[in-house]
């Protein structure tokens, strides 16, 4: 491989630093190496490379500079790492990254306004925004929650934020970008919101100080020194037959995605989030088998060349009726982390013919990734899920980009609360005498698993809820799968209990009634 070749894939992709280095080194290996290593004449000229993609100024003086002594020696990959990553550290020590303006990323810029912020949303009255014409109503803090009690509330000092708030990210992201959520939503009185998103990849370690206590009170308590399992084996999973499948509707499992290089959904601006766009649609449209399907950009959205004008209202109607599509953002945690602007532009969803596996684009995460089906076959539909995985991760590879991952945090998405697997694998079960129980959703959190209504978190009583695994980080796809089966078996086999139960005690009641009427 040339050099040329090199700097051509340099240029068009957006893989991180540490494995452009590693790319380079080994291209240079290929091309001149030994059994101990590259020389440093070579090296300089991956040196040159690396810090032109970087943004960092360098000149052939540098590179010698940087390898000063080394003029005969050959480096390893660990020594040229070292060397490099030591170099450029050197060479960008001070220097500032601009904050990102599309959009906005300066909001407060003391405590004092923070605070001040913080008490206007407490009693900010209800108000309309439009969305692509629709109009969205929305209350910062319906419930009258009397302060602010997110995770991010909870850690967020004076002292921490006058820490963090000069910080800046390579892609511009600022601290006050990343808690913004959380300052304008005080909180939910039926679930512990987290209160923060991340602007970028790299917000997680730039303001690691928050987002650690933040990640680890979420997560039920998650070292920052704890390293995330992967498990993707379809075979390791339970019998899903333990599962009274009378009182299961349908079996849905879904994951987030992110590209490396692009700005996650509160900060990427218009541009960008069409070059993700068209990155991830060359992969899906080239899935093959019962992957195989079609892209259908959001009806207006003028950004996918094949279908200028998106899908039609019609046919976008009716995948939000079928349960398939999203809805455009209509919660306050969205319409503060910006995630509405240029709506819907560049958003869309890939479904294969069969409808059962889907992709969506750029709504809160850059991808989420969904298999499902009727009926309690989680085993089909997490098999289908992993493939669809591997199948997009394979393909964007190939166009050399790369999901976001990391050994602490596993697969890196916008919010710290679907960080890790990402996973949530649900049922919709029906449980009309369990959902009545004043201690149900407490049974059900000692079982690892999360209660919804039929139609989310807020809505009334329907006999039916979404039933999910609670945990996403620090446990493996395949662990919380079968930890989903265990709770569903259990909370089932408690409703028959109850059914059961219930005839004898409307006896007793009429009995209790007529003994009254008697005396």
């Known amino acids: 491989m040339s050099w040329d070749e090199v700097n051509t894939w340099r240029q068009k992709t957006n893989k991180s630093f540490n494995?452009?280095?590693?790319?380079?080194?080994?291209?240079?290996?290929?091309?001149?190496?030994?059994?101990?290593?590259?020389?440093?004449?070579?090296?300089?000229?991956?040196?040159?490379?690396?810090?032109?993609?970087?943004?960092?100024?360098?000149?052939?003086?540098?590179?010698?500079?940087?390898?000063?002594?080394?003029?005969?020696?050959?480096?390893?990959?660990?020594?040229?790492?070292?060397?490099?990553t030591a170099f450029v550290d050197s060479k960008t020590s001070g220097a500032k990254v601009s904050i990102r303006q599309d959009p906005p990323h300066e909001f407060y810029g003391s405590w004092e306004n923070v605070e001040k912020v913080k008490a206007e949303y407490l009693t900010k009255p209800a108000y309309e925004i439009d969305v692509n014409g629709v109009k969205i109503k929305l209350h910062h803090n319906s419930a009258g929650v009397e302060k602010h009690s997110s995770c991010m509330a909870n850690h967020l000092t004076e002292e921490l934020y006058n820490q963090l708030k000069d910080r800046v990210t390579v892609n511009g992201v600022t601290l006050d970008k990343c808690i913004k959520t959380g300052i304008e939503n005080p909180g939910h009185p039926a679930i512990k919101t987290v209160g923060m998103t991340a602007g970028d990849v790299e917000s997680y370690e730039v303001f690691k100080e928050l987002f650690d206590p933040v990640i680890d009170e979420r997560h039920g308590g998650y070292g920052a020194d704890a390293k995330h399992p992967s498990d993707m084996d379809a075979s390791k999973i339970k019998d899903p037959s333990i599962i009274d499948e009378s009182y299961v509707i349908s079996t849905r499992v879904r994951s987030g995605r992110s590209v490396q290089g692009i700005p996650l959904p509160p900060s990427c601006n218009k541009e960008e989030r069409r070059k993700l766009e068209s990155i991830v649609t060359k992969a899906l449209t080239k899935l093959e088998g019962e992957l195989a399907g079609d892209y259908f950009p959001l009806a207006g959205s003028q950004s996918y060349e094949p279908k200028p004008g998106g899908m039609t209202s019609e046919e976008e109607e009716k995948?939000?009726?079928?349960?398939?599509?999203f809805q455009?953002?209509?919660?306050?945690?969205?319409?503060?982390?910006?995630?509405?602007?240029?709506?819907?532009?560049?958003?869309?969803?890939?479904?294969n013919k069969d409808k059962n596996a889907l992709v969506w684009l750029n709504e809160e995460d850059h991808l989420r990734i969904i298999s499902m089906q009727m009926g309690p076959d989680i085993k089909a539909?997490?098999?289908?899920?992993?493939?669809?995985?591997?199948?997009?991760?394979k393909v964007v590879t190939e166009e050399g980009y790369s999901f976001a991952h990391s050994e602490h945090l596993g697969y890196i998405l916008t919010c710290p609360s679907n960080l890790g697997t990402g996973l949530r694998a649900s049922m919709m079960v029906k449980l009309p005498n369990l959902g009545k129980h004043p201690d149900f959703k407490k049974m059900a959190g000692e079982l690892g698993i999360q209660v919804r209504g039929s139609a989310g978190v807020d809505s009334g009583f329907t006999g039916v809820f979404d039933l999910s695994n609670s945990a996403r980080l620090g446990k493996s796809e395949v662990d919380l799968i079968n930890i989903m089966i265990d709770g569903v078996a259990a909370l089932i086999a408690k409703e028959k209990e109850l059914a059961a139960a219930a005839p004898a005690a409307e006896e007793e009641k009429k009995e209790d009634g007529a003994e009254a009427k008697a005396e």
């Open 319 to 325: 995948l939000r009726t079928d349960h398939f599509l």
């Open 328 to 351: 455009e953002p209509d919660s306050t945690l969205l319409i503060s982390g910006a995630m509405h602007r240029d709506w819907p532009d560049a958003r869309g969803i890939y479904h």
């Open 19 to 84: 494995t452009t280095l590693e790319f380079c080194y080994n291209a240079a290996h290929k091309q001149c190496g030994t059994a101990e290593g590259v020389s440093c004449a070579e090296l300089r000229k991956a040196l040159s490379l690396l810090c032109e993609r970087s943004a960092v100024p360098i000149s052939d003086s540098d590179a010698t500079q940087a390898l000063a002594g080394e003029a005969d020696k050959t480096m390893t990959l660990d020594e040229w790492k070292t060397a490099v």
């Open 381 to 393: 539909v997490f098999t289908r899920f992993a493939n669809l995985c591997a199948a997009v991760e």
